[in-house]
Structure formats: C-alpha cells, structure tokens
C-alpha cells in the first residue's frame, strides 16, 4: 500500500512530531514499506482466537490505595528544561 | 585477566589474590585502551567504579561477601542509574541524568558490583545492529567492518572484547539474543517478567525483558542468580519460586528431547548457518540427547504482528519524551504545539520516529481492529505454537539469526530488511518464553550463536544444556585476536 500525503499529515500530528512538508514523500514511502509487512497478518486465519495481551494470560496486580512515592520534586527539577517556583515551565498556552 | 569466568575472578577476589580496586583498574584501562576503536561505551564511570570497588574490597577483607561483590560490571544505557548520565542512545535524553535506580541497578549495587559505565545501544532499543545510537555506532570486536547485533549491541561488544566481564542487556525482539550470538558471547532473556523492569526505559512494555550478557552459561547462571526477583514497582514482576540457576548446570542431558523446528532451517536460512546450528545439536546428541521433530506453523506470522504490537506500544510509552518536564526541547518553541512536536522530531531520530509513527497509525480510529487486534491474535497462534511443541520436547534449538553479522551500513537504508533480520528471535518474545544465545562456531570468520528456546520458567534447563555444550566445545573461550595481540583486525 502506498500512504497519501494528507495520511503522512495525519500519523505525524497523532505521533505529535513535526514533519517538514519536504519530507511528507520520503517519510510516506518508508511507512507504507512497514506497513506492507503488516498485510501478512490479513492471511493468517484468527477466526474463534482472542486477542492475546499477556504471555502468561496474567493480569494486572492490585495494590491498596495508598501513597506510596515520596515528594522528590527537587530532585525531579534539576533536570528539567525550564522551572520557577516549583512549576514547569511551557510557552504561554492562553492569550 | 579479562579472560577468566565470573567463578574464576570470584575466587581469585575472595581469596584475596587479587583487589577489586585493581581488577576494576584493570577493566577500565583495557576500556581507555580499547573502547576508542569499539565505540562500545557511551559512558565511562571510573569514580564511580573505583569507589564501589573500595566498599568491596572492605567487605571482602572482613569476609562476609556475596560471591558476586567486587566483580566490575556495565549497564545497558536503558537502566536509570541514580546520578550518571542515562541516555537510552537517544538525543533525547542526552542531558538526562536519572534521579533515581532502575531495580536491576540497586539489585547489583546491593551486591558492590563496580560499574564501569553505560553501553552503547540502538536507540531506544528499536534496532538490530546498534547503529541508531546518537552516539555513533558500536563496531564488532570480531571484524571492525561489521555490526556487533543490537539493541544490546554495546554490551555484547564490550563482554566479546574483554572489556567488562558481564554486562546487562534488553530483549524486546531480540536484543540480547541477536548481539550475543553476532559478538560470540552467551546471553539469556529470562521468562517475562522475571527481571524487574522498573527503571528500564520503556520500548514495548509486554514484551520488554531483562537479562545479563557475559561469555558462558556459567557466568550467566551466577547473574541470573541475583537478577530474577519479585519486584512490587514492576505491575508485571512475576512471583517465581526461588531457584539456584546453577545447581543444575552439571546435571546429565541423557534422554533430553530436544525440539527441531522444520520451520527453523527453511528460506532465507544462510546454509552456512544452518551448517554450524547442525553440528551443535550433534555435539548434544553425542552427550545423549534425542531429537524430535516438531512445527511451528505460525512462526512466519511473528514479525508481522510483532511490527504492529511494539511500535503500538512505544507510541504509546514514548509520549511521556515531550520537553516538558526532562529531556530534549527545541530552541524559541513558538507556542505549546510547537514545542512538543517540535522536540519530538529533533530528539528523536529517523528509526524512532518511524515506529512512533507506524504505532499511530496502527491503533488510530478505523485501522484498530485491522491491525492491533487482528496482531494480538496472532500473537496467541505463536504461543500456541510454542505451547504445543512443548508437549514433545524439552528444548527447543535453532539459530539465533540467519547470517552471522552483517556489515555496518548494509541494511540501514532499508528498514524492512532489518527487521527480517530478527525472524528467529521475534516469536520467543511474542510468547513471552526464556531463551538463550550461545557460541557454536563462525562463518566468514565471524561468530554464529546457538537459539535455545524452553517453555516457561525453564531458565535452569537452558542453562544446564548449555553448560553441558561449552563442556565440549570452546567457542565461548575465543577471543579476537587483535584485541589480545592490540594489533587491528
């Protein structure tokens, strides 16, 4: 199969990174290359099969609700882009 | 030196032949020495690593150390360690200094195993060669022309160039199998969710699995020995009974039924390859074992749904990288949008990029049941599978890969290409069993690895079988010989 540009347009903004209009043939090429590995599945008969999430069929553990993390946000903080006042910081979202 | 077992230079520490502040010197020279032509670290931690090693040395000295304690060690560049750059191979995270230990880490750090430093590794773990590190690619020990296998592929090489005596690794696809096999060392990948994965960056967290990389079954039965454990801040750790890995590597393998999948020797299979593969299992059943023939008739499926599950799943897992809160983000971002997109498509690189991508698209409104869930049926037909080989035999063998180590530069034009390239090891992650890599001979003077592959919870066995083949063969002793001789390949 062979992606549009606008389906290259519409994978890039749901995997939220930025694709340069130059790129949208080179980059759509290469995805519909993998995803023709996909269409293998199509012949393989799963009629009555469930869909399998786990190996071991296991599933999630539960725990008691309990705060069980200390603050660290100091330490947390020291490696961010861009703090003040114990907030990050991000380009004004609301004019 | 950097030829001895994990058992030989555990005597040699315990009976105070020998420091852990000099055999930790001794490695971190031979990586000063070495590494500038392998490329097999991105970081080196020699403060640390001595430092440890002195807290060692006083535990030996007053005599109550674990057999493990003072023997130098690395970690994949995956595994957060509390203070050291931990960069998953990524832009990313090139500034990322973990503020916490991944458990596998504060496992071996309870034990004074110095770390050395952080190996090189395909970007976050998505690659069969190494060579999507930021970090330039990892050259294979064996013949500087070729790829050393990947993700792990900066591990695999720093153990095959006597760099590090054990190094930890990852399998998601592969990732520890594949470079063991293509470097010429021994690696196991545990049944999942016997190794804690907390603080293991997240790829594709059903199938992402820990596991130790070093030369012998042995040394991987030590490791193994303090890596599998119940870990309450895994949701997935399993509960497993406590087993001594190594109790059992001597045991006999008369009457072992070992599983050979006709599917395994089929298309695409160098025969060369298949050649050595062969000899090994005569080598086992020389020692008394039986073969049986069983089918796998949905193993050709595997990489199929395996290409729509993990990047499903690392689409899912690699939107917590958006510049916010630690990490890369982009100079001047114009508005909120920008800067996540932005430092997306900046951080990440080409492979990343395009697996976050094909996930999307994979579980985006319309194509999810085509996809994700038609691929998560599949994957139980290759359980089943395995689960009914399993009724016949005890073991499974075959290749691990179907050439021995491809050339650096070969496939990274052609993705595709690279990910049949895992076709053997890929199903094994799909069911979620243990399975192991080891030495069984070259091809074009390069290493060719065993695939032992046992139903759940079979890690013993696969040990055991193993041990019992490099007590006949010394495929795991050889070394490459520039690196003895310091001449260049």
Sequence with gaps: MSLQVSEVKKIAQLAAIAVEPAEFEVVGKKLSNILDVFAQLEKADTSGIEPMAHPLDQTQRLRDDLVTEDNQREKFQVIAPSTEAGLYLVPQVIE | MHNLSIKELSALLQSKKISSVELTRYFLDRIQKLDAELNSFVTITPELALQMAEVADAKLAAGNAHPLT???MAHKDIFCTDGVKTSCGSKMLDNFIAPYDAHVVTQLKALDMPILGKTNMDEFAMGSSTESSYYGATKNPWDLKAVPGGSSGGSAAAVAAGLVPFASGTDTGGSIRQPASFCGISGIKPTYGAISRFGMISYASSFDQGGPMARSAEDNAWLLNAMVDFDERDSTSLKMDKVDYTASLNDAIKGLRIGVPAEYFGEGL???VAKVIKQAIAELEKQGAELVEVHLPNQHLAVSAYYVLAPAEASSNLS????VRYGYRCENPQDLNDLYTRSRAEGFGAEVKRRIMVGAYALSAGYYDAYYLKAQKVRR???????KAFESCDVILGPVAPTP?????????DPVSMYLADLYTIP???AGLPAMSVPAGFVNERPVGLHLVGPYFSEAKILNVAHQYQQ????HKQTPEWIEGGRQA
């Design chain 2, 472 to 475: 006949v063969t010394d495929w």
């Design chain 2, 270 to 272: 160098d025969p060369e």
């Design chain 2, 70 to 72: 003072g023997i130098p």
């Design chain 2, 428 to 430: 094994v992650n799909l």
């Design chain 2, 381 to 387: 037909l290759v359980r089943d599978d395995f689960t």
């Design chain 2, 320 to 323: 917590r990288f958006d510049g």
């Design chain 2, 405 to 413: 180590a491809f050339n650096l530069g070969e496939k990274t034009d």
